[in-house]
């Protein structure tokens, strides 16, 4: 099965918040309520130097992620 990068969620135990999730590596989750990151993976599989210079291109992807979902849903 392919998986899209991204995906959008929400849960009603947080009904303010609206989250972005990452299926690629590295996986993590926003909270676009504040802006919160949260890694899905362990601290030790994690390349500090690489997730540096990578996280804010994929945090600016998210991002456009979402502005093209919300664009399609109010279509």
Known sequence: ??????LL???????EDIFI???DYPR???????DEVEFLE??????E???NAEME???EKANAFYDREVARYEE
Do not use: S, Y
């Open 42 to 47: 362990d601290d030790e599989d994690l390349d």
């Open 57 to 59: 291109d994929l945090i």
């Open 21 to 23: 999730i990452h299926l």
């Open 1 to 6: 099965m392919d998986l899209p990068k991204f």
């Open 28 to 34: 993590f989750i926003i909270n676009l309520k504040d």
């Open 49 to 51: 130097a690489e997730l």
């Open 9 to 15: 969620g929400d849960n009603t135990d947080f009904p």
